[in-house]
């Protein structure tokens, strides 16, 4: 009886304890020209396997039990690749495409990277494993932005960052290394005038189920970036599974996303990757649910097709495209009338898409080329009915706003290996944008605009000793429209004091065009004259690494801002600087400046030992000069920003539970004084002239929470999970406005609590 006993409970504990198991494999490349690296040493750690690639550069681990898992790149005369966070699931493999730097002895970057990071300074990486994890990121990699030292969200509804003190219109997104038009659905989302912004929106078009590992930059850029003040986050795009056809699907109150990739046949290695989404609010409306009469609906779909060739380099076909739309129909019953808003009926629509094709091929052994073509495009419209409240079959069209824009971009890239201790890398990228604004109720004109931008570069990457490394670089743009140019030198020196820590220091020139709407904002007396706004950009860093792939990075950075376009007429206090959406219809000039400066640091710790830590915050100060020589606070002159970012993973027999959460803290934007009797008396807020941006709003407080739990069995995982923006209820200030409906000044809030339920199955 007691053998039988034993063996019984033997056989359930086997039951319970069956290893579910999946692959971890991937190529090994020199990070300048792309070829495979045979006989490279990949180490799988913390299973303690090991081996060394083939000579397409090829490893592969199988029949690995499923969990976390970190891996070791190492080869003779080439910089270590450390990878951790890999998250390896049953019904997917875990592909990775590796480069590694051919320098001397470097600090190994405490940060998930598969690459040479392309600064020095201020830079970030974002994998989809992280936006996966983060708490309430809506997976949007501009969200997960918001966890790093300096930035802040410019409003709990749109992806708009605040970094460094800067306006969101100073910052540029990237796909592919290539600027592109704004990628978000709903781009008027958290807007004052409920207009459309440069970058901001409600998510981003392009699902994270396509992306790779990006980077997003705060300052001082390697001379290969311009036309940005601010910041960029650069996307990249994966390429599907070459060996085996593998899905996602997920639906969640986001939406509907579905995914599929692999390989179009065996006997090649092209392969395939596309994604659709269809947001679950849309869903709900067509049903005739309503969500306090507003319905906010999105589509997209995106795909990347990756071709290599045999002799001819490889081929990228992408492609985005997105639909986005919100509708506000007022309450029927007038007595639940509170606000301006809820007698209007109001519809805006969003359309953007982006399609290209990058080709990358050696020259060589120590050369290689970079080429990508991309068109992008972006269509916006905005209509308001004022509602007869006695018939509601009566209302009144009161305003209209459309914008289209338009980009057709070319990058070419050339990178050489001239020795051991120098790199050269030149190109160039070309621009042709058109712009068109239409506003026939606002100001009644229709403004049209084109040009061609030219941005040539040369950077010289030079290791001056085993410790001490330079780059010295330089940016020119040309913009045919305003016949504008900028020559923008750019520096950067690292020097690594030891095995685990180095000091740094970057310089650069930037500039940045105005936004479409700045140059046409004066119907009467042009804008086009306008030059770009230019910055001096210095940033000294230091960075500390600790076991268990913890760091500690602090950088002080100093950014003085000249030939900002600023008001000259009734408004000289105006500035570009403080610019989020719309325009101010007078003469402008370049004779502003700005001036902002501040002290960062960061604490990481990536996920080892089921836990992990991102602690970061910063200290800063942002004022500008507008025309009258006034010195004042800027706009987004917060002064602080301090964000915790931490999870906890609990391995039991019934799968993965987590428990993540994100803290911000930053300090309140500000605010101009409203003149309540003018406002009255023209029935439309009126600010107070010579009092700009003197309030300063509350601090901005927001806890968010995410719990999931992940399960495998033999051919596919799931995981179930529960995100709560905003979990603690606070109403942050956002901004303050006349109402026309009660006669008084009101104070607006952004969003409260806010959960949202998902399911994720892959397969």
């Not at 495409?97 to 051919?102: C, P, V, Y």
């Not at 395939?272 to 709900?284: A, I």
């Amino acid at each position: 009886m007691i053998r039988i006993l034993l063996f019984l409970i033997l056989a359930c504990n086997v039951s319970f304890a069956q290893i579910f198991t999946s692959t971890i494999r991937g190529t090994v490349k020199d990070a300048d020209t792309g070829l495979p690296l045979s006989n490279a040493t990949v180490q799988l750690a913390p299973a303690g396997t090991g081996e060394s690639t083939d000579e397409a550069g090829t490893f592969r681990f199988d029949k690995i039990p499923v969990g976390r898992y970190v891996l070791k790149i190492s080869y003779v005369g080439y910089g270590p690749v450390e990878i951790p966070e890999i998250l390896l699931e049953s019904g997917k493999e875990s592909v990775h495409d590796i480069r590694l730097s051919a320098t001397g002895r470097e600090l190994q970057e405490a940060t998930v990277t598969t690459a040479r990071p392309v600064a020095f300074n201020s830079i970030q990486a974002i994998t989809i494993e992280q936006t996966l994890r983060y708490a309430a990121t809506y997976l949007d990699p501009a969200r997960v932005a918001t966890s790093f030292p300096g930035v802040a969200a410019a409003h709990d509804q749109a992806n708009g960052l605040v970094i460094r003190g800067n306006s969101p219109n100073n910052m540029q997104w990237r796909l592919e290394g290539v600027e592109i038009v704004n990628p978000n659905h709903l781009s008027n989302a958290g807007t004052f005038s409920d207009k459309s912004t440069q970058t901001g929106g409600g998510v981003n078009i392009l699902s994270t189920q396509l992306l790779a590992t990006s980077y997003f930059m705060s300052g001082a850029f390697p001379a290969q970036y311009g036309n940005a003040l601010s910041g960029i986050l650069d996307m990249n795009l994966r390429k599907g599974n070459d060996e085996k056809r593998e899905f996602v699907a997920q639906v969640g109150l986001i939406g509907l996303d579905v995914a599929a990739e692999g390989p179009f046949s065996k006997k090649t290695k092209a392969s395939y990757l596309v994604n659709y989404r269809y947001s679950f609010t849309g869903l709900l409306g067509a049903m005739g649910v309503d969500f306090g009469g507003e319905i906010n609906r999105f589509q997209d779909l995106s795909f990347n097709i990756n071709l290599p060739t045999a002799k001819a380099g490889t081929f990228t076909v992408f492609g985005l495209g997105g639909i986005s739309s919100n509708t506000f129909t007022p309450d029927k019953d007038t007595t639940t009338w509170e606000v301006q808003k809820d007698g209007y009926h109001i519809i805006y629509k969003n359309k953007m898409g982006a399609a290209g094709v990058t080709h990358e091929i050696a020259l060589g052994t120590r050369s290689a080329l970079k080429s990508t073509i991309v068109v992008s495009g972006l269509n916006t419209s905005r209509y308001a009915y004022m509602v007869d409240p006695k018939d509601f079959n009566s209302s009144l069209f009161t305003e209209s706003d459309k914008m289209r824009k338009g980009r057709l971009s070319l990058s070419s890239i050339f990178t050489s290996r001239l020795g051991g201790r120098f790199r050269l890398k030149t190109g160039l990228s070309a621009n042709w944008q058109s712009d068109e604004d239409l506003i026939p109720i606002s100001n009644g004109y229709n403004a049209r605009l084109s040009g061609y931008i030219f941005q040539p570069f040369a950077s010289m990457a030079y290791q001056i000793a085993p410790k001490l490394t330079s780059e010295i670089g330089l940016h020119y743009l040309y913009y045919s429209l305003t016949k504008s140019n900028s020559a923008e030198p750019r520096a950067a020196l690292r020097w690594q004091a030891g095995s685990s820590q180095q000091f740094s220091f970057s310089y650069g020139l930037h500039s940045q065009l105005q936004a479409a709407r700045v140059y046409m904002s004066n119907p009467y007396r042009d804008n086009r004259d306008l030059d770009p706004t230019k910055a001096h950009h210095f940033v000294l860093g230091y960075q500390k690494n600790f076991l268990k792939s913890s760091s500690l990075k602090l950088e002080l950075y100093l950014q003085e801002l000249f030939h900002v376009p600023v008001g000259t007429q009734s408004q000289r206090s105006w500035s570009v600087l403080n610019l989020v959406e719309g325009y101010i219809p007078e003469k402008l000039e370049n004779l502003g400046t700005g001036r902002n400066f501040g002290i960062e640091a960061t604490y990481q710790k990536l996920l080892t030992d089921q836990y992990y830590i991102l602690l970061s915050g910063s200290l800063y100060d942002a004022t500008y000069v507008g025309s009258d020589g006034i010195r004042r606070d800027s706009r987004f002159n917060g002064r602080h920003t301090f964000s915790f970012t931490g999870g906890k993973e609990f391995k039991t027999n019934k799968g993965i539970w987590g428990i993540n959460t994100k803290i911000l803290w930053t300090g309140g934007f500000r605010d101009t004084p409203i003149d309540l009797e003018a406002s009255s008396r023209f029935n439309s807020t009126t600010y107070v002239t010579g009092q700009e941006y003197t309030i300063r709003m509350g601090d901005y407080f927001r806890p968010d929470l995410r719990i999931y739990w992940k399960k495998s069995k033999t051919r596919y995982s799931r995981t179930l999970a529960l995100d709560i923006q905003n979990v603690s209820g606070t109403k942050n200030d956002a901004y303050n406005y006349y109402d026309t409906f009660q006669k008084k000044i009101v104070r607006q809030h952004q969003l409260g609590m806010i959960p949202v339920l998902s399911y994720r199955w892959e397969f």
